[in-house]
């Protein structure tokens, strides 16, 4: 699974500390990052797969691209 974090979570999520592979679903990948790193706690995380955004229940393949981006700011 290729993995990319952007914004403050790249800042707050050790990439070498998630075992990404083990997580069947966004969802459990959510709970563990939430309890692992409390920091991201109150931070809205917005998730995408294969450059579709997905809900929660989405099933995570091993040849996935998962991006997990916070919420962004423009102008």
Known sequence: MNILLFGIL??????????????KTVG???????????????????????????SLDYKLNENDELVLMPPFSGG
């Open 10 to 23: 790249s800042e707050y999520i050790s990439k070498e500390q998630v075992p990404w592979e083990t997580f």
């Open 28 to 54: 459990e990948l959510e709970l563990f990052l939430r309890n692992q790193f409390p920091i991201i706690q109150n931070i809205p995380i917005q998730f995408a797969v294969n450059q579709q955004m997905v």
